[in-house]
């Protein structure tokens, strides 16, 4: 999605300053709100404003995870070239 791809981007510095394990827990929490957002939508409406929020709310979540496991990735592996 464009707009996790747009959030990356801006949620790279804060990585950096917070560490990237912090910001996967911030992540994985957002995530899940934006879950149960999407999860009290009612049956008869198929795309209510809960269910584009809840997603909008993931998919923001998922750019500060994947901008995070940028930061995160080296304190795992190391700085192996291999």
């Known amino acids: 999605m464009i707009l996790a791809a747009l959030t990356r981007t801006g949620f790279g510095p804060v990585a950096d300053k917070f560490g990237g394990d912090k910001c996967v827990i911030v992540a994985n929490i957002i995530c899940a709100i ?38 995160w990735n080296p304190k795992i592996f190391g700085n192996s070239t291999a």
């Open 34 to 71: 934006g879950a149960a957002i999407f999860a009290t939508a009612p049956d008869d409406t198929p795309y209510g404003w809960n269910i584009i929020g809840g997603v909008l709310v993931m998919a923001c979540a998922q750019g500060l995870l994947n901008s995070a496991i940028f930061k």
